[in-house]
């Protein structure tokens, strides 16, 4: 069956750890992770409630696949209403942690309630007590991990925590466990630190041991993942370049969004691309890419580990950041890069590195500098208020404001409230590039249509996560279509959001997208899992978390207004590249896709759509 | 022919498939924390290790244990535990001079890589070649080849 069928709740205003069953028909509704989290959180929630409140609540959940040997089998998410963007939040994360939770006999954790002091969770099997963590507050990520373990006496515990960020409730602080894995946006890490909850630090020695079929599980994960392995994505792309192979590809299409959205390619992309990572440096003839890392479980094993050049200005005085850190990825690489207009990949390192130590959220932080960097340009911001001088294209102010933001010194207290707020109250909100107060990811929507679509319905705001159309745009995944044309875009999105939804509630890695269809994850769940899982079920099960979402997000007050994308990128065309004239198609598109969606005219699913799902 | 585990650090990206499928042959469980081979994290130089018994002929376990109960499967080469005589004293934990065989509190005896009786588990697990089981006789065989390239190489 796979799921562990236990909950732990934590109260900590009341300080007690309780143990409850796992609501069993709702993990048949839901089947597990995202959507079994998501559904806890709806039942147990206000829509309206503020996010920063006790009444919040954040869960943190594993599903059917977590801690098995299925390909990419370790993710969890962190579910909770986003104080970012006050719509439900729900953030994914690979690393070890998530198998440790299950492995220590957990689903899913429940923390309600606010700790009068910092405290963190110490679970241990069948055993969780809170603990004073008044010593940890103030320190990094990376401190807190180290701390527990050696306060414990074990280095095998896993933790997951906020850093300073989180603590000061920077608006996109995330929650890190392993070092340099998170659960990146929508500010999840804020409402740890409301709780005052520093971390969670689990050891589980039980295992996974309940699989349903566990001969036909092994042969048919076997199966599995020979397709990654085979797969030119999954079993070459992404292990040798990383998500950073994007990088030049984006770039050519001319959906690479420069300099705060005003630019659609960025003349050195070349420079902050996953070719610069692994060639020598000039200074020290060292590569900045040390070698590629997996998470739990996963064989394709994307992720990157790299060296700072030690001569380089941001780290010259601070050795501790020598070492080999995670990074950098994609999303990263563009949003600390090409979106300010940067070009120096050690700062982009050092800039991503801070993000992982103190936990921010790197595509937010980022794309708000860039909108700080054009209110500095066009004189809405100047040096005295900033700090430092910030034009387009300044590591050097980069490298200076993510210390400030991390450490909530100075304007780093006005950036860590994120581009929404921020350019709002100087008086230029059109310059927040977001979509319910969230900032874009790496792909301009004039370049590649169905991401507008993408940002502008995504139920957590502006994210790539939701539905990767660049898959089917770019890559011609399952098929390829026109990235530069609206028309089959919003049947498009809605087929990726929902099967999207359903790969997360399994606990599985969407990145195993590029080589597998429901129709692979499928057996797996089967196999694993009680209950009669098909295919149809899978794509219904991916629905009914979409559509119950986005019930929440209209509860909490979101309307139609909010489906939509900043004027620049619907009233700005390109201005170079193979979308030059283009703006993105999002009001053209969004009446259609509202209308498969079985929603009505502002965008609420209609009654009928809602039965049909069992809402 | 006889079969050695042969361990590349070099190729390990420290998925930890090699844990669960040791774990799940030795326990029918997924449970990293009963493997016999574990994989080390060096997160300061970026590198994971996998490490496990390398079955010395002379084995110090099998030398020590008071009991037998450590014996030597004359085929696979592999020194396996006896769970039915094991006593759980330890002695062989202590004299292991690489700590690849350890004690489990669960059942009270001690537990070490068997090489799955020929077909090891965590070998087939493997996605990048890190953990192979090849000639015992030619274990440096890939790495000869390797140099052996770079001698043939002209343009060098």
């Avoid at chain 1, 971390?199 to 042969?219: C, L």
């Avoid at chain 1, 797969?231 to 292990?239: I, R, S, W």
């Avoid at chain 1, 590029?514 to 769940?525: E, N, V």
């Avoid at chain 1, 196999?527 to 009669?532: N, R, V």
Wanted: hydrophobic residues 35%.
């Amino acid at each position: 069956m796979a799921w562990t069928r236990q909950i732990l709740r934590v109260n900590l205003t009341k300080g007690t750890c309780t143990s409850e069953p796992l609501n069993m028909e709702w993990a048949m509704d839901y089947l597990g992770s995202r959507g079994l989290a998501s559904k806890y959180l709806v039942e147990e929630i206000d829509p309206k409630v503020d996010p920063l409140s006790a009444d919040n609540k954040l869960i943190m959940a594993t599903g059917p696949m977590t801690g098995t040997i299925a390909s990419t089998g370790g993710r969890y998410t962190v579910v909770t209403k986003g104080p970012l963007t006050g719509a439900i939040a729900c953030s994914n994360s690979g690393g070890y942690f998530g198998a440790e939770m299950k492995f220590a006999g957990w689903g899913m954790i429940i923390f309600e309630g606010q700790s009068p002091k910092p405290v963190y969770l110490m679970v241990e099997n069948d055993k969780a007590e809170l603990r004073d963590a008044s010593h940890l507050w103030g320190t990094s990520t990376w401190h807190t991990e180290e701390q527990i373990k050696k306060e414990n006496h074990d280095p095998q515990i896993r933790i997951s925590s906020i850093g300073k960020a989180g603590e000061n409730q920077v608006l996109f602080s995330c929650v890190v466990n392993d070092l340099h894995r998170a659960a990146g946006r929508s500010g999840v890490g804020a409402v740890m630190g409301s709780k005052n909850l520093k971390a969670v630090a689990i050891r589980g020695t039980k295992g996974v041991g309940n699989v349903e079929n566990p001969a036909e599980f092994q042969k048919v994960t076997a199966e599995k993942k020979q397709i990654l392995a085979e797969n030119a994505v999954t079993g070459e792309g992404l292990p040798t370049y990383g998500t950073q192979v994007l990088m030049n590809v984006i770039n050519e299409m001319g959906a690479l969004p420069t300099r705060n959205h005003k630019d659609v390619a960025f003349e050195s992309a070349n420079d902050i691309s996953a070719e610069a990572m692994a060639k020598p440096r000039d200074s020290d003839g060292k590569a900045h890419l040390v070698t590629n890392q997996a998470c739990f479980g996963c064989t394709i094993a994307c992720g990157r580990i790299s060296k700072i050049d030690k001569d380089h200005f941001s780290v010259v005085q601070k050795p501790q950041y020598h070492g080999a850190s995670g990074g950098l990825e994609y999303e990263a690489a563009w949003a600390l890069g090409a979106a300010n207009g940067v070009k120096d990949l050690e700062a982009l390192q050092y800039a991503n590195l801070i993000c992982n130590e103190q936990g921010m959220d790197p595509i937010s932080f980022g794309a708000t500098i860039g909108a700080v960097m054009e209110m500095y340009e066009n004189g809405t911001l100047d040096e005295k208020k900033i700090g430092v001088k910030a034009p387009f294209g300044s590591a050097e102010a980069l490298c200076e404001l993510v210390d400030m933001t991390a450490n909530g010194e100075g304007f780093g207290v006005e950036i860590g409230l994120g581009s929404k707020r921020l350019c709002a109250k100087y008086g230029q909100p059109e310059l927040s590039m977001s979509v319910k107060g969230q900032e874009f990811p790496a792909y301009d929507s004039r370049g590649i249509q169905g991401m507008g679509l993408t940002y502008a319905t995504s139920n957590r705001g502006a994210c790539h996560l939701r539905s990767y159309t660049v898959a089917s745009e770019v890559l011609g995944i399952p098929v390829k279509t026109d990235p530069l044309t609206t028309e089959g875009k919003p049947g498009l999105v809605m087929a990726f959001q929902d099967a999207t939804a359903a790969f997360d509630a399994s606990g599985l890695c969407i990145f195993t997208s590029f080589a597998w269809g429901l129709g692979d994850i499928q057996p797996q769940i089967d196999a694993a899992c009680e209950g009669d899982w098909s295919e149809a079920k899978l794509q219904e099960v991916g629905e009914r978390i979409w559509n119950m979402e986005k019930l929440f997000n209209l509860k909490a007050g979101f309307t139609k207004e909010d489906d939509q994308l900043p004027k620049r990128l619907t009233t700005e065309p390109a201005k170079e590249g193979p979308a030059k004239g283009l703006v993105a198609g999002v009001p053209e598109m969004l009446p259609e896709y509202y209308e498969i969606r079985g929603w009505d005219k502002e965008g609420v699913p209609t009654a009928e759509k809602l039965k049909s799902l069992g809402l | 022919m006889q079969k050695s585990l042969y361990i590349d650090p070099e190729k390990c990206t420290g998925c930890l498939q090699c844990e669960m499928a040791c774990s799940f042959e030795q326990t029918g469980v997924f449970n990293p924390s009963q493997s016999r081979i574990k994989v080390f994290s060096f997160e300061e130089e970026g590198r994971k290790v996998p490490y496990t018994c390398t079955q010395c002929d002379e084995a110090w376990c099998m030398q020590a244990c008071p009991v037998d109960s450590i014996k030597l499967d004359a085929t696979t080469g592999a020194k396996v535990v006896q769970d039915e005589t094991c006593v759980g004293c330890k002695v062989c934990t202590i004299s292991c001079p690489f700590g690849t065989i350890n004690y489990v509190v669960e059942t009270g005896k001690v537990a070490k890589c068997d090489l799955c009786g020929g077909d090891p588990a965590c070998a087939k697990a493997c996605p990048t070649d890190a953990i192979t089981f090849v000639d015992a006789n030619w274990t440096g065989l890939d790495k000869m080849r390797k140099w052996a390239a770079k001698a043939n190489d002209a343009s060098l």
